[in-house]
Every structure is written in structure tokens, then in C-alpha cells.
């Protein structure tokens, strides 16, 4: 059982290249996230999913796309890379919505826009 | 719009000391409140959710508190050690529209260093 693995681990990118960023989850999990974590900004929800073939816009997803073609994964593009979204992302799976479910969370992906 | 906040920044203990960390939220319509570890480097791992309805949790040497009127959370740490070394972030989960997801909401964390 390796929980939320993500692919790759650190990127460079110079600006205007696109890239995806890969979720897997083995958990048979419902809900999928991909957050961002700036240094003093915490970590800020970009798209979610709450099941296979759905997604949905979170606080902030101006230049990501998202899609959930398998339950297992949730793939993050970036159509046009630039330096604001130089960053480290996270991506998060949990059972369902609700009071007592908690999300889990994969190791990041380190990207870097020159 | 609900904001979370944690105090202190950063903290640095020796070891063995029993210690606080601080969390607030501004709207209290919360479904519950988590409390997160996060390594160097690595992803974030639960380790306390208390529901809007609970006032604390205990796993171990952590107890987490909640008082959701006041939109205050304690976590506390007895008898720290240097494993304990980590940031420690804290998220408000809320209800979401007509949707049944809930948006998790994290303050920035509080950087814990334990020395020998």
C-alpha cells in the first residue's frame, strides 16, 4: 500500500514549457486535491475532484488544468508555465467529504519556472 | 472569508519540555479542525481531528483542544523530544455550497526545533 505517490519529484521548467504532474492513489479514494504551498502562504487549494470524470476549481486555479479519466489519478497541467507558479505541490486523496474524514497527503513535487 | 492563523512562527525548545502551539480561525461554522505534521521535504501526515461537536483529542504525547465559540485550537506536546522537529500546521475543514466537499483551509505553521 504506498498511499498518494506523485510524479515527478522536481522539475525545471523555463517559462511558456507545459508539463503534467501525476497523483496516484491506491487507497480506492473518492476525493482528489492538488494544492500549492508558498513559503508565508500555507498551502492553497488549486483543483479538486470528488469522483472519477469530475473536477472543480479551488482558491486559486488561473493557469492549471486538472483531469480524472481513472479514480487512481489526478493529473495537474500547466499549459504555459511562468514564474509565479514556482512552487511546491501537493497532491491529496480522502474517502469522501464529510465531519471525521481526513485527506492524505503525497511527498510534493518541487517545480521550479526560470 | 475564513482565515487561520498560527502562533507563534517558529519555536525552539529543549528537550523534554512540555509545549503549546496555537491555531485560530475566524469562522467558527467549521466541520472540523485537523492538526498536520510536515517533515522537511516531505508531504504533510495527520495527526489530530477533532470534530466541530468534540472539544480535544489524545494520540500519545499530543492532545489537541477546540473551542469552536471562541475559534481556538491548542495543540499540545508533553515531554518533547528532538523526532518532534517538524512544522506543524493546523486547517479548519468548512462546508462548501450546495457540494457535499468540504474546503480545507491551513494556517501557514509553526516551525518546531526540540534540542538535545
Known amino acids: 500500500n504506498a498511499g498518494v505517490t506523485q510524479t515527478p519529484k522536481f522539475r525545471v521548467l523555463k517559462t511558456g514549457q507545459s508539463m503534467t504532474l501525476l497523483c496516484a492513489q491506491d487507497m480506492n479514494h473518492e476525493y482528489m486535491y492538488w494544492y500549492r504551498q508558498d513559503p508565508g502562504m500555507g498551502l492553497r487549494l488549486i483543483h479538486y475532484s470528488v469522483g472519477e470524470g469530475t473536477t472543480a476549481k479551488g482558491e486559486v486555479p488561473d493557469g492549471y488544468n486538472v483531469s480524472r479519466l481513472k479514480k487512481q489519478n489526478f493529473l495537474l497541467g500547466l499549459e504555459s508555465a511562468a514564474p509565479s507558479q514556482t512552487s511546491v505541490y501537493f497532491c491529496?486523496?480522502?474517502?469522501?467529504?464529510?465531519?471525521?474524514?481526513?485527506?492524505?497527503f503525497g511527498p510534493g513535487t518541487r517545480l521550479l519556472v526560470l | 472569508k475564513q482565515e487561520v492563523t498560527q502562533i507563534p512562527a517558529a519555536l525552539s525548545v529543549p528537550e523534554g519540555e512540555n509545549l503549546v502551539l496555537n491555531c485560530s480561525f475566524t469562522d467558527s461554522a467549521i466541520y472540523n479542525l485537523q492538526w498536520f505534521r510536515q517533515d522537511p521535504g516531505k508531504g504533510l501526515t495527520s495527526l489530530l481531528l477533532i470534530q466541530s461537536s468534540q472539544r480535544e483529542q489524545t494520540s500519545g504525547r499530543l492532545n489537541a483542544s477546540l473551542d469552536k465559540s471562541s475559534g481556538r485550537s491548542t495543540l499540545y506536546i508533553a515531554a518533547s523530544q528532538p523526532g518532534d522537529s517538524a512544522t506543524y500546521l493546523c486547517?479548519?475543514?468548512?462546508?462548501?455550497?450546495?457540494?457535499?466537499?468540504?474546503?480545507?483551509?491551513f494556517g501557514q505553521g509553526t516551525i518546531l526545533t526540540v534540542h538535545p
Open positions: 491529496a486523496s480522502s474517502v469522501a467529504g464529510g465531519f471525521s474524514v481526513t485527506q492524505y
Open positions: 486547517a479548519v475543514l468548512l462546508p462548501s455550497g450546495s457540494t457535499s466537499y468540504g474546503k480545507l483551509t
